[in-house]
């Protein structure tokens, strides 16, 4: 069994995170501003969470399916268009939509107005999937569809093909 104590002291309480405002890592995705607040270090990779700021007009990505993992958002600001097959819901803040594995799912802002949500995934493993994403878009090269499709397939994520794109923004 492994020890998950501070600096491996017998008896001694885990170590608590605290990730303060400002703090946590930051990764532009367009006109997506994500900041990573917890990547699956302190959790033992059973949660991570990270913080999106959605530009107004923001479409988001092809809809798609996590094979093994839950993820979940909840809207802090602004509104978000989730999308679920063939069927939308506005998010306004106060929303939170948790999407099983197997589920197709996309979202967008298409307000005028900033949005920003909350999202976690468990388990934490496809955080990683994020900063692949920038490193794809490093020196202002387009994400083509085939290099999104690659990149989450290295998280058990597949494009949803039979439904459509994100709403337009």
């Known amino acids: 069994m492994t020890d998950h104590t501070p600096a491996g002291r017998p008896g001694a309480d885990p170590a608590v995170s605290v990730v303060l405002p400002g703090q946590g890592e930051t990764i532009v995705l367009g006109t997506t501003r994500m900041r990573i607040l917890e990547d699956g270090t302190a959790t033992g990779h059973r949660i991570g969470f990270a913080e999106s700021v959605l530009a107004p007009h923001t479409s988001g990505p092809p809809q798609h399916r996590h094979d093994r993992h839950d993820e979940g958002f909840y809207v802090l600001s602004g509104t978000v268009r989730f999308t ?7 998010a306004p ?9 197997g589920a ?4 967008a802002n298409v307000t005028d107005q900033p949005a920003v949500m909350l999202s976690t995934f468990t388990p934490a493993r496809y ?9 794809l878009l490093a020196d202002g090269r387009p994400l083509t569809p085939e290099a999104n499709a690659a990149a989450m397939a290295r998280y058990a994520t597949r494009p949803a093909a039979e439904f459509p794109a994100a709403p337009p923004a």
């Open 84 to 90: 679920v097959g063939h069927h939308s819901h506005d």
């Open 93 to 101: 803040a106060g929303t939170l939509v948790v999407v099983p594995p």
């Open 104 to 107: 197709p799912h996309t979202f």
């Open 127 to 135: 955080a990683q999937y994020f900063r692949d994403l920038q490193d």
